[in-house]
T-cell receptor, first 112, second 112 residues
């Protein structure tokens, strides 16, 4: 069974304090790994897709990386507006539907 | 370009009742996936529709059913509501079964 584990569950940072969020996965045939941001009471907002080990993608203060067992979301010099829950999800090569299997998310709080 | 929209935004029902949730996919997208997100958890896959056909189902009972229409909008129906059905219901659309899924704002369902 596909499994996604995110750590830590919650992270509190001071504005400007860089850190990393971890997503470990166990799947049979990874097609893609996705990062989403979710604000309270809203739907997830797409951030990145990573397809193969060694791939990296950047957007503003965020950088996502992928290995064969895990992905990291690095946040450089975060601002209070980066406070949100960050979700990691995997999609596998089933040849059938393309469901996403999510982790529980990491709640990030950035203090001014 | 219009994003994914869902209606209603909030809904309160009592145990045993039936509910229909609606989703309009993003322009050009032919695939719709539905997810259930309990408080503090990641989204759980319910089912996916591709070109009006159900294309995969998660671990949800038959009282969860759906439809996709020729314009690719979709409905999620839940019969015989239970207290545990209280959650945020998310719809996601994509161009094709294996492409990035973009989420709507969700419908918050409370079952009393």
């Amino acid at each position: 069974e596909d499994q996604v584990t995110q750590s830590p569950e919650a992270l509190r940072l001071q504005e400007g304090e860089s850190s990393s969020l971890n997503c470990s996965y166990t799947v049979s045939g990874l097609r893609g790994l996705f990062w989403y941001r979710q604000d309270p009471g809203k739907g997830p907002e797409f951030l990145f897709t990573l397809y193969s080990a060694g791939e990296e993608k950047e957007k503003e203060r965020l950088k996502a990386t992928l290995t064969k067992k895990e992905s990291f979301l690095h946040i450089t010099a975060p601002k209070p507006e980066d406070s949100a829950t960050y979700l990691c999800a995997v999609q596998v090569n089933t040849g059938a539907n393309s469901k996403l299997t999510f982790g529980k998310g990491i709640t990030l709080s950035v203090r001014p | 370009e219009t994003g994914v929209t869902q209606s209603p935004t909030h809904l309160i029902k009592t145990r045993g009742q039936q509910v229909t949730l609606r989703c309009s996919s993003q322009s050009g997208h032919n695939t719709v996936s539905w997810y259930q997100q309990a408080l503090g958890q990641g989204p759980q896959f319910i089912f996916q529709y591709y070109r009006e056909e159900e294309n995969g189902r998660g671990n949800f009972p038959p009282r969860f059913s759906g439809l996709q229409f020729p314009n690719y909008s979709s409905e999620l129906n839940v019969n015989a509501l239970e207290l545990d059905d209280s959650a945020l219901y998310l719809c996601a659309s994509s161009w094709g079964q294996e492409e990035t899924q973009y989420f709507g704002p969700g419908t918050r369902l409370l079952v009393l």
